[in-house]
C-alpha cells in the first residue's frame, strides 16, 4: 500500500533562519506531488506542485520554494525564515489509479519565533 | 476557478443526534466533490467523493454526502453523531490548472460533538 511521510513533524526556527521539510511517498511511481500550508489551522493554500523529477511549479510567489531530486521525494524550502511562515505545512500525493484523490501526508508544525 | 464554500465556522451538536456539514460549490462542468477530515495536528484524511452517479454518496465512518445539482451543494451528514466525530472538516472540488489536477477547499467547519 502506499504510505506519505513528512519529516520533521515539528519544528522550531528563529527568524532568518534556512528550512527543509521533507516528503516522501512510498508503494506508488510517478506520483504528482503538492505542497500546502494550512494557517491558524483553517483553510489550505496550495503553495507548489510537481508532475515529475526536476518539475516544479509555484502556485503563490513568496519566500519558499521547492525541489524534486527524486521521483518520490518533494522538498519545501527557504533561505531565510520570516514570522508569516509559520503554519503547519502539508505534503499531498495523487496517484495514477485514483487520479481524483489526494492523499495527505501527517503534516509539519512549523514555528518561527 | 472552480471554488466551494463552507458557511458554518462552527456546528454543534449532541452525541447521538443528527449532524449536517454544508457545502456548497461553484465550478463549470461537471463538479468532482470531495470531503475530508483533520483531527488535532494531523492530516487530512479522506471520506468520500462524489465523481458521477448516485447523488447519496456513503463513506467512511458512517458519513454520507447528498450531491444536489440545482442548489449546487454537497452536504456532509451522518444519522448518529459521536463524540469522536469532533474535528475539522473540509469540502473540496477538482480544479484543473494549466492541464493538471488538484483540490481547492473550502475553509473549514469544525464540529463539536457534546456528550
Known amino acids: 500500500s502506499q504510505t506519505i511521510h513528512q519529516w520533521p513533524a515539528t519544528l522550531v526556527q528563529p527568524v532568518g533562519s534556512p528550512l527543509s521539510l521533507e516528503c516522501t511517498v512510498e508503494?506508488?511511481?510517478?506520483?504528482?506531488l503538492y505542497w500546502y500550508r494550512q494557517a491558524a489551522g483553517r483553510g489550505l493554500q496550495l503553495l507548489f506542485y510537481s508532475v515529475g523529477i526536476g518539475q516544479i511549479s509555484s502556485e503563490v510567489p513568496q519566500n519558499l520554494s521547492a525541489s524534486r531530486p527524486q521521483d518520490r521525494q518533494f522538498i519545501l524550502s527557504s533561505k531565510k525564515l520570516l514570522l508569516s511562515d509559520s503554519g503547519f505545512y502539508l505534503c499531498?500525493?495523487?496517484?495514477?489509479?485514483?487520479?481524483?484523490?489526494?492523499?495527505f501526508g501527517p503534516g509539519t508544525r512549523l514555528t518561527v519565533l | 476557478a472552480q471554488s466551494v464554500a463552507q458557511p458554518e465556522d462552527q456546528v454543534n451538536v449532541a452525541e447521538g443526534n443528527p449532524l449536517t456539514v454544508k457545502c456548497t460549490y461553484s465550478v463549470s462542468g461537471n463538479p468532482y466533490l470531495f470531503w475530508y477530515v483533520q483531527y488535532p495536528n494531523r492530516g487530512l484524511q479522506f471520506l468520500l467523493k462524489y465523481i458521477t452517479g448516485d447523488n447519496l454518496v456513503k463513506g467512511s465512518y458512517g458519513f454520507e454526502a447528498e450531491f444536489n445539482k440545482s442548489q449546487t451543494s454537497f452536504h456532509l451528514k451522518k444519522p448518529s453523531a459521536l463524540v469522536s466525530d469532533s474535528a475539522l472538516y473540509f469540502c473540496?472540488?477538482?480544479?484543473?490548472?494549466?492541464?493538471?489536477?488538484?483540490?481547492?477547499f473550502g475553509k473549514g467547519t469544525m464540529l463539536l460533538v457534546s456528550p
Open positions: 473540496a472540488v477538482r480544479d484543473m490548472r494549466s492541464g493538471y489536477s488538484t483540490l481547492t
Open positions: 499531498a500525493w495523487i496517484s495514477g489509479s485514483t487520479p481524483n484523490e489526494q492523499f
Open positions: 508503494g506508488t511511481s510517478n506520483p504528482n
